[in-house]
Every structure is written in structure tokens, then in C-alpha cells.
């Protein structure tokens, strides 16, 4: 079962440079969100998105943008990256949540460094 | 303030301790909250979701107080094997009626020690 993969695995960029991240999920999710971590600060909520063709801003969504063309597939895009997106990048997947909620499943994480 | 907040930690404990982690949210809409564990270097993964009523598993048990906007773990006879970064995780209204927004807490970090 593959649940949620993240591509690319590991990836150095030079300052300026673009670049976008892929996260699938062959659950059937509605739900799928990109953080950032780092260390001391937790996971830090960039985009998400509640369904196919919409997105929408967590706390931290300068310097990226996402899209969420077909439902299994969330893309996360750096377009001048910089020094301070050096982190490790995590996608997640959940199902349609009521006020009991789901569980998130995750992707494997993609580590970024930009020099 | 931050939206979810936990204990600072770091928590060092020896085998066979009890320990219990805090965390508070400030968004009195939030509807749902779990509790994931994160091992160095992996993704997290659910420990438990937090229920109104309080709920056990194993040596596991999680708090709502929701009058409090506050959560809690408690691990009950510590293993080496819990040793990890235990993070506080709220479910939050996205806009209109649709739930959707996972807030994590910063984390804290156990090491259980022989």
C-alpha cells in the first residue's frame, strides 16, 4: 500500500532557483495539507487544500504556492527559493472530516536545502 | 500566541515513570484533537485522537477539557521504546462548514532512559 509519497526524497537548490514538490495519495482523500519543520518550531502548516481545485493559506504560505488539479495529486512550488525554505517538507492526507475527525497520514518527508 | 501550544520539554525520564504532556489551543471552534508521535527523522504518526470523554489505550490516556481549551497525555510505565517527540494536533474550522485546517503543536521531546 503506498498511502501518501512525496517526491523528490532530497533535493539542494541554489538560491533563486524554482522548483515543486509532488505529494500522491491513492487513499481517495479529500483533505491534503504541506508543512515545513524545523527544528524547535514543530510543523508549520503552509497550504491546504478541503478538495480538488481549491487551496487555501495556512500559517506560513509566503515564498510558495500550491495546486491541487486532480484529487490525488497536491503540488507545493517554490518559485525564487531562498536560505530561510531550507527545511524538511512534509505533505499529509486525510479523509473528509466531521467534528469527530480523521487521522492524517503522511508522506516520508522531503528534505530541502537551498544554498 | 500560537494556536497550539505544548510543554517545552525536553522530558527525561527513567523506565517504568509516569509522564504526562500538556497542550492548549486557542481557537474555542476547534472540534477535534489527537495526539501523534514523531521518531527522529520519520514522519508522524497518530497516537491517539482525544475524545470529549477522555479515552485510554494501553498505557495510554488522553484528556479534553474543553471549558480549559486544554489537552493532555499521560504515559503510565515508561518504555524505552516511547522515547520520541509527542505532538499536540487540533482540527480546526477551514471557512463556512468545513473542518479541514490540522494545527501542530511545537512538540515534546521524551527520552526514557534505563
Known amino acids: 500500500n503506498a498511502g501518501v509519497t512525496q517526491t523528490p526524497k532530497f533535493r539542494v537548490l541554489k538560491t533563486g532557483q524554482s522548483m515543486t514538490l509532488l505529494c500522491a495519495q491513492d487513499m481517495n482523500h479529500e483533505y491534503m495539507y504541506w508543512y515545513r519543520q524545523d527544528p524547535g518550531m514543530g510543523l508549520r502548516l503552509i497550504h491546504y487544500?478541503?478538495?480538488?481545485?481549491?487551496?487555501a493559506k495556512g500559517e506560513v504560505p509566503d515564498g510558495y504556492n500550491v495546486s491541487r488539479l486532480k484529487k490525488q495529486n497536491f503540488l507545493l512550488g517554490l518559485e525564487s527559493a531562498a536560505p530561510s525554505q531550507t527545511s524538511v517538507y512534509f505533505c499529509?492526507?486525510?479523509?473528509?472530516?466531521?467534528?469527530?475527525?480523521?487521522?492524517?497520514?503522511f508522506g516520508q518527508g522531503t528534505r530541502l536545502t537551498v544554498v | 500566541r500560537k494556536e497550539v501550544e505544548q510543554d517545552p520539554g525536553p522530558f527525561n525520564v527513567p523506565e517504568g515513570a509516569t509522564v504526562a504532556f500538556n497542550c492548549t489551543y486557542s481557537?474555542?471552534?476547534?472540534?477535534?484533537f489527537f495526539w501523534y508521535r514523531q521518531d527522529c527523522r520519520k514522519e508522524p504518526k497518530l497516537l491517539m485522537s482525544v475524545y470529549s470523554s477522555g479515552n485510554e489505550d494501553g498505557r495510554f490516556t488522553a484528556q479534553l477539557n474543553r471549558a480549559s481549551q486544554y489537552i493532555s497525555l499521560l504515559i503510565r510505565d515508561s518504555k524505552l521504546s516511547d522515547s520520541a517527540t509527542y505532538l499536540c494536533v487540533v482540527n480546526e474550522r477551514a471557512g463556512g462548514t468545513s473542518y479541514g485546517k490540522l494545527t501542530f503543536g511545537q512538540g515534546t521531546i521524551l527520552t526514557v532512559h534505563p
Open positions: 499529509a492526507s486525510s479523509a473528509k472530516q466531521g467534528a469527530g475527525g480523521t487521522e492524517a497520514f
Open positions: 487544500s478541503v478538495g480538488e481545485g481549491t487551496t
Open positions: 481557537n474555542s471552534a476547534s472540534q477535534s
